[in-house]
């Protein structure tokens, strides 16, 4: 393919450059094949304009930046507008548009973009289609599974995985489309078939400065994202974001709730500590929805799989049947049961509405049971993010919580007990109890050390991750691996014989 194929009239290069032919497209230098277009731009960590010298002796075609060409590249120098959104558009052309042969759907939100994703996948496969997801835990192409760096890859990995899928048969693919994502343009000009949208809370406060460029920035996906308008706009009505963009959508809209008025709605719910069972009242009938997945807050993520899974043309009773599939999503609301006499959930609640939506969960349970018992918490919260949600958590936490143990979450570059102090600042105005213990695993066990019959110990904030980062080091952690141990170490879940 010429590399005037891939841009548009706004790319400045010499003209001689257009009609040359490359070989493929990439942005990490050491990938980088003879006639590859190397595409520079700022990451997280470096800038990829420092390996622009690397590139050019591993024979790239060009260098394609939103930056001047300096003097000595500007004969394979291409400057565009936007460097992601450029490497998007190229990479969509250049694999010959996979967008256009799937049907792609996109969920966006604070809170509940891994379990619906999960929950629509497990749907689609039900229904005996090959797909696609990428999400938080991992990307999941065909059969195959990657672990995932970023909720949302770089706009050329999904394409590569996208032109696999249409290549292996595939039909479908569901994506996790993080605020972060939209605003560097991963999904830059990716037509999209359906749009999801969860809800709308506090996070990302550290990028995005403000609620409302926040809010921009999950818009985006409604409105297109670069691409075409998507076809159909799920949205859920219970959120106050979501009853405002219900009413300016250019897409056919379908909307959700628990709350009377959405489109699909769940009816006589019952809740249980790992059971979800409601009726969900759809344009196209009843449907009785029973989920493995318990927490009161899921009622939502379960409506929004469904009513995506509508937009797809699934019947009803295949969409049950999936949904009864999926037994679990990792780290989301995740028991861990050794036999021991109380409750121990491991939840990836790192935003004040994610851990108020947790111990709500959790007090429901305690308020269903006939013995009392007590909610444990441990939580922490991220270093070098957004320190305004701190106190906010802590509050809520102190509110909610009958013990809070303030522990390390990923504190970075940042001093444990200085995040922790942020965290105090809210606990101090409800006067709740609590304890600081900065090392996670000595938190984990304190708190499961104190566990009585009927309690509830919660552990917060890092769900399925199995790194933590401390400084400039990231060493192997997983609550679940570590509360596991711990309660062996107390004597359950160990079963010995005697000689």
């Known amino acids: 393919m010429k590399i005037g194929d891939l841009f548009d009239r706004r790319a400045l290069c010499q003209t001689g450059l257009r009609h040359k032919s490359i070989h493929g497209l990439q942005y990490d230098s050491r990938k980088l094949e003879p006639d590859d277009l190397f595409f520079a731009f700022p990451g997280e960590h470096v800038d990829g304009h420092q ?44 694999y010959g548009r996979p967008d256009h042969q799937l049907k792609l759907t996109g969920v966006t939100g604070t809170n509940g973009k891994t379990s619906t994703v999960h929950l629509l996948d497990s749907i689609l496969e039900n229904a005996g289609l090959l797909t696609a997801r990428f999400g938080t835990i991992e990307h999941k192409i065909g059969r195959r599974h990657f672990r995932a760096v970023n909720t949302t890859p770089e706009s050329l990995d999904i394409v590569r995985f996208l032109a696999d899928l249409v290549a292996e048969g595939g039909s479908h693919a569901s994506f996790e489309a993080s605020s972060h994502a939209l605003d560097l343009g991963r999904v830059y000009g990716f037509d999209f078939h359906t749009v999801v949208f969860t809800n709308l809370s506090r996070d990302h406060l550290d990028y995005h400065q403000t609620m409302e460029e926040y809010a921009a920035a999950k818009r ?29 959508s250019s897409s056919e809209t379908l ?20 059971s979800l069972h409601f009726r969900a009242a759809t344009p196209r009938g009843s449907l009785e929805v029973r989920s493995s997945l318990g927490g009161v807050f899921n009622i939502s993520n379960l409506l929004a799989a469904i009513t995506a899974a509508l937009t797809l043309d699934i019947d009803l009773d295949t969409i049950g049947e999936g949904i009864e599939a999926c037994r679990a999503v990792p780290g989301r609301f995740e028991l861990i049961d050794e036999g021991q006499p109380f409750i121990v959930i491991v939840d990836y609640a790192h935003t004040d509405d994610a851990l108020r939506n947790l111990l709500e ?65 809210g606990l101090g105005r409800v006067e709740s109890k609590h304890e600081i213990e900065a090392d996670r695993a000595a938190a984990i066990r304190r708190a499961v050390s104190q566990g009585q019959a009927g309690d509830i110990v919660l552990l917060a904030g890092k769900g399925h991750e199995t790194t933590q980062t401390i400084g400039g080091e990231v060493i192997s952690f997983d609550d679940r691996e570590t509360v596991r141990g711990v309660l062996h170490e107390l004597g359950y879940g160990v079963h010995s014989e005697a000689g």
């Not at 300096?70 to 936007?82: C, D, L, M």
């Open 51 to 94: 390996f622009i010298p690397a590139a050019l002796d591993a024979g790239a075609a060009a260098i394609v930046s939103q930056r001047n060409a300096p003097a000595p590249h500007s004969e394979q120098w291409i400057q565009v507008p936007h460097d992601r959104q450029a490497l998007a558009n190229a990479a969509l052309r250049f």
């Open 220 to 248: 985006r996906l409604l409105q297109g994202a670069g691409g075409e308008t998507p076809r159909y706009a799920v949205i859920n009505r219970d959120d106050p974001v979501g009853r405002e963009w219900l009413d300016t």
């Open 255 to 274: 909307s959700f709730g628990v709350q009377p008025g959405a489109d699909i709605v769940a009816e006589n719910v019952d809740v249980r500590l790992s």
């Open 361 to 425: 969960a959790a007090r429901e349970l305690l308020g269903r049971s006939n013995r009392p018992g007590r909610i444990l918490t441990v939580f922490g919260c991220g270093g070098d993010r957004d320190r305004t949600k701190r106190p906010v958590m802590g509050e809520i936490a102190g509110r909610l919580s009958d013990l809070v143990i303030l522990t390390s979450d990923n504190p970075r570059s940042e001093n444990p007990l200085n995040i922790i102090n942020d965290i105090r600042v």
